[in-house]
T-cell receptor
Framework: GAGVSQSPSNKVTEKGKDVELRCDPI?????LYWYRQSLGQGLEFLIY????????KSGLPSDRFSAERTGGSVSTLTIQRTQQEDSAVYLC???????????????FGPGTRLLVL | AQSVTQLDSQVPVFEEAPVELRCNYS??????LFWYVQYPNQGLQLLLK??????LVKGINGFEAEFNKSQTSFHLRKPSVHISDTAEYFC???????????FGTGTSLTVIP
């Protein structure tokens, strides 16, 4: 079946603009994660959605970052007033049960490469 | 909380030579351990994981890793690498309650012809 998809694959924007990044998880996966991958850094956790529960936003670096998950499926990560330090690869992952199923595999999308000029 | 350390940021190795990518973790609770691989311009995919049982875990593409609790390590090995193994490799840890996932900074493996 189809894997996790993300769009756009690349995004170039000017400092101060808002951007929206989209993630389509694998059908039937209840958990969805967003990560940020910066050069030379590991994967930085941003936000976690599980079903209809309140999301875990503890990884969002500032209030310029927000995310939604509509209908328990598609998710959008929004970065307002982008800064140059926001340049990174933003990865989305989904899994069947999420944190309620410790040890299960996360399936990753190809990422969105964001460049803020 | 847990954390993961991958000491080697870059590992060059000749084709058909063996390789070991090191991963150490810290945790005050029991953990699950993972290795993911990221090929150029792709997302991460699972290579192998340790949940319980045998400490030697075999994964895809001929990779294996050994969980060593006393040394808090989970090193990844392959006896003979191929050009196609050139990629970024990430070690990750989560508690056995799965509340949070922590990734290392990655090791870039370059296989030289």
């Amino acid at each position: 079946g189809a894997g996790v998809s993300q769009s756009p694959s690349n995004k170039v924007t000017e400092k101060g603009k808002d951007v929206e990044l989209r993630c389509d998880p694998i059908s039937g996966h209840t958990a969805l994660y967003w990560y940020r991958q910066s050069l030379g850094q590991g994967l930085e956790f941003l936000i976690y959605f599980q079903g209809n529960s309140a999301p875990d936003k503890s990884g969002l670096p500032s209030d310029r970052f927000s995310a939604e998950r509509t209908g328990g499926s598609v998710s959008t990560l929004t970065i307002q007033r982008t800064q140059q330090e926001d340049s990174a690869v933003y990865l989305c992952a989904s899994s069947v049960g999420g944190r309620g199923s410790p040890g299960e595999t996360q399936y990753f999308g190809p990422g969105t490469r964001l460049l803020v000029l | 909380a847990q954390s993961v350390t991958q000491l080697d940021s870059q590992v060059p190795v000749f084709e058909e030579a063996p390789v070991e990518l090191r991963c150490n973790y810290s945790s005050s609770v029991s953990v699950y351990l993972f290795w993911y691989v990221q090929y150029p311009n792709q997302g991460l995919q699972l290579l192998l994981k340790y949940l319980s049982g045998s400490t030697l875990v075999k994964g895809i593409n001929g990779f294996e890793a050994e969980f060593n609790k006393s040394q808090t390590s989970f090193h990844l090995r392959k006896p003979s690498v191929h050009i196609s193994d050139t990629a970024e490799y990430f070690c990750a840890v989560s508690s056995n309650t799965g509340n949070q996932f922590y990734f290392g900074t990655g090791t870039s493996l370059t296989v030289i012809p």
